[in-house]
């Protein structure tokens, strides 16, 4: 079963944000086990440049542009989202069961 939103958003248990990290927590609600996968954070997934003129004469721009990029945490219609990245970490200690269709921690 290819990863996606819509097989591992019943495992989702809770999200934690901060400066540094995106922890997302996963529950098996088979086995009622439970994993936590960490990301950095990163405002883009891609990557922001800047000239050194835009630094010197728009540095409060220069900050927004990078700080304030939207992030996805969550969305069926993006393939690039966090809750997908941070499942993709711990996915091998899952097992997809074809007759429940759903994932059950190993």
Known sequence: MPINHNSIISLLEYIKIDSVNIVC???????????VSSLPFEP?????????QE???H????????YHTPIIIYGSDS????????????ADKFSWNAQ???YIYN
């Open 44 to 52: 883009f997934s891609g990557k922001i440049e800047f000239t050194w």
């Open 79 to 90: 393939h690039e989202t966090i809750v997908l990245k941070a499942f993709k970490q711990v």
């Open 100 to 102: 429940k269709q759903i």
């Open 55 to 57: 630094i010197i004469f």
């Open 59 to 66: 540095p409060i721009e220069s900050y927004n542009r990078y």
């Open 25 to 35: 927590h996963f529950k098996c609600q088979e086995s009622n086990k439970s994993i």
